[in-house]
């Protein structure tokens, strides 16, 4: 299975090498090896609580490893869109304003910019007042001022219905391809994930796989973590996996049955 | 018109001036009570600035400085919330103030003007000092505009866009001391928050922008200031407590005034469903 961007194999962006992160004596992430090229779209996936949102800020410098490291490009410009952003209803702010902290820049520019992530008309409203779809979009374009090289999204589809999410990820696609970015998503959002990536790393603190959607979808592993019924609905058939998770998400070696094969 | 009329008007102006933008963020990242414990250390620094033997002021002025690194270091820790944290520091250092007073038995301090202000006793002294650091305050607030209200809005993006976040969070909660601080002497330690906030909440309801809000802060707070000294005149009531009034009644004013700029937007090219 060849990803459809292959050709900037070299041209890595960003790259973990065996990357620890511990909270109170607790590894949350453990010597994660993972990379993103420019011209690639790479998807975190895992369960809640399984490090995908501590490696996203570890890789963006906002939190120490407790060991190993992160090499960025020299120069590398990232832009970068937070899971949450709560704003408070105290402080008045248009869409303008938010996006002009981000850079400053003419309004012609920003009129544009909005415009090619799809919501023109919300320059000069409020941002409390837009609704959490138009909201995910100006944060897109705020990552996209800085033309960035590099593309941070953390859950860009949380409060998304279903046929904004593809169309979103549609959007994302094309930047991909306008800005020639490396894009690194967080999602848990298996089934839009795997139509609209070229990469997915599974996380359970550690990588847990690793690979093109489909082929991720049949690993032992991925059907380990998200159960079979995920798995089948996933892909088109799955192996038998050589380990399973203990409640902390360590690997542990199966204790029941191998699965057995299946053809969906 | 008496010297001393026209120095409460100008120390007032001046500490309404610098509260105005101070007074916003105050507002927008909701360290109301942060800016409360900081006034609750007023006694302490005067005592403080009594045992240096400096201008007591500048003895408020530095404690409330000194409170505010400490608190920046100890909420780093993440020991406790910061409401705790802030609630310690607030009344152990108003507690530790009324001790050390009552035992420097040589100083004589006036605990009402300490509470509520004595606007009309600033001396040039005092006038100097609370003009020059309401100008670093306002200078401060200017360098620090963008990044500052770039944190407020999301710590975590402004860092990864470059904004140097513990420096500017550092260099506000200094202004937040700077502004209580010389506060105190207008309208006390009891009141100063309510002319730090109430003039940024009045603005609210006006405003379309950030900018345009801390602008209609100044102005509101100045208005306070003016009005309210000039009724204390008039009708010989206290200062402090008649500023603190005024400024509650544009806030009451303002209330019955409709909603200001596009509060709520009507998508009209995107659709959700």
Redesign the interface.
């Known amino acids: 299975m060849t990803p459809p961007h292959s050709t900037a194999v070299d041209d890595c962006l960003i790259e973990a090498r065996q990357l620890c992160v511990s909270f109170r004596g607790r590894n949350v992430l453990d010597h994660i090896d993972m990379q993103v090229q420019r011209g690639e779209i790479v998807t975190l996936i895992g369960l809640n609580g399984a490090g995908k949102s501590t490696l996203v800020r570890a890789l963006l410098g906002l939190i120490t490893p407790a060991s190993g490291s992160v090499v960025r490009r020299p120069g590398l410009r990232i832009g970068y869109s937070p899971q949450h952003l709560h704003l408070d209803a105290t402080l008045p702010l248009t869409v303008a304003g938010f996006l002009n902290l981000g850079a400053r820049t003419s309004q012609a520019r920003l009129h544009a910019l909005l415009a090619e992530v799809g919501v023109e008309d919300v320059l000069e409203s409020q941002i409390a007042g837009i609704s959490g779809g138009e909201f995910h979009r100006v944060l897109l374009a705020r990552a996209l001022l800085r033309k960035p090289d590099l593309l941070v999204l953390d859950e860009p589809l949380a409060g998304v219905d279903v046929a904004g999410q593809s169309e979103l990820y549609r959007l994302i696609a094309d930047i991909r391809d306008r800005y020639a970015c490396g894009v690194l998503m967080v999602s848990h959002d298996l089934h839009v994930v795997m139509a609209a990536t070229d990469r997915v790393i599974c996380i359970n603190h550690h990588v847990c796989c690793t690979g093109h959607p489909e082929s991720v979808t049949q690993s032992p592993e991925f059907v380990a973590l998200f159960g079979r019924h995920v798995a089948e609905g996933l892909a088109v058939y799955t192996h038998r996996h050589d380990h399973q998770h203990d409640v902390a998400g360590a690997p542990v070696p199966l204790e029941e049955e191998p699965l057995e094969e299946e053809n969906g | 018109m008496d010297d001393f009329f026209l120095r409460a008007l100008a120390g007032g102006i001046g500490v309404a001036v610098a509260a105005g933008p101070v007074g916003c963020f105050i507002?927008?990242r909701?360290m109301v009570y942060f800016g409360a414990a900081l006034a609750h250390s007023a006694l302490l620094g005067v005592a403080l600035g009594f045992l240096l033997g400096i201008d007591l002021t500048v003895g408020i002025v530095a404690l409330c400085v000194l409170l505010a690194v400490l608190f920046v270091l100890l909420e780093r820790q993440h020991l406790l919330p910061t409401d705790t944290l802030l609630g310690v520091l607030a009344h152990v250092t108003l507690a530790a103030g009324l001790v050390v007073v009552a035992f420097l038995t040589t100083l004589r301090v006036d605990l009402m003007g300490y509470l509520f202000g004595d606007i009309l006793a600033v001396t040039d002294r005092d006038l100097v000092i609370i003009v020059g650091l309401a100008l670093i305050t306002l200078a401060g607030m200017a360098l620090l505009w963008?990044s500052l209200?770039?944190i407020?809005?999301?710590e975590?993006?402004?860092?990864?866009?470059g904004v140097p976040v513990t420096g500017v969070r550092l260099g506000f909660v200094l202004m937040v001391a700077g502004v209580v601080a010389i506060g105190m002497k207008i309208v006390g330690m009891l009141l100063i928050l309510s002319l730090i906030i109430i003039p940024a909440?009045t603005a609210?309801r006006l405003?379309?922008?950030?900018e345009?809000?801390a602008v209609l802060a100044v102005v509101f707070g100045v208005l306070s200031v003016v009005i309210g000294l000039y009724a204390s005149l008039h009708w010989d009531l206290p200062s402090g407590p008649l500023i603190v009034v005024t400024a509650a009644l544009f806030f009451g004013l303002t209330q019955l005034w409709p909603k200001?700029?596009?509060?709520?937007?009507a998508?009209?090219?995107?659709t959700?469903?």
């Open positions: 507002v927008w909701r963008r209200l770039s407020t809005v999301n975590e993006l402004a860092a990864v866009e909440a609210r405003a379309s922008t950030p345009r809000m200001a700029g596009p509060a709520t937007h998508p009209a090219g995107v959700e469903s």
